[in-house]
């Protein structure tokens, strides 16, 4: 995965970077070893968290797409980092604090599997 993200630091694509940061999430909803408790409910409520999340951070990726550059974080590669990290950590906290919704519908459509 490091030669993934060298590999794409090289050829200046954060599209990559933002997608193997999703797949690297997308690995972590799955169980993990020596991992103790951890009911159905709560494995559940994460995921919801950590896909609304990864929705979220779509969502401001394509909204930056619509805001000119500024000269203060500069024109190049910088600027789309940093707002990538922005919107991951905006979209993390929105998604963990103040839900937009989607979590609670996937949980309740989680429940009525069951």
Do not use: C, H
Not at 52 to 72: G, I, N, R, Y
Not at 83 to 111: C, H, P, Q, T
């Amino acid at each position: 995965m490091a030669d993934l993200k060298v590999d794409a630091l090289l050829a200046g694509r954060a599209d990559t970077l933002l997608a193997n940061a999703g797949a690297s999430k997308a690995l972590a909803l799955g169980p993990k070893a020596g991992q103790a408790g951890g009911t159905e409910k709560a494995k559940a409520e994460q995921a919801a968290t950590q896909f609304e999340a990864l929705l979220l951070q779509q969502m401001m990726k394509s909204m930056w797409a619509t805001v000119p550059q500024d000269k203060l974080m500069g024109s190049g590669n910088e600027e789309m980092y940093y707002r990538d990290m922005l919107s991951e950590a905006l979209a993390d906290n929105i998604s963990k604090y103040k839900s937009i919704g989607v979590k609670e519908v996937l949980l309740k459509e989680f429940n009525k599997e069951k």
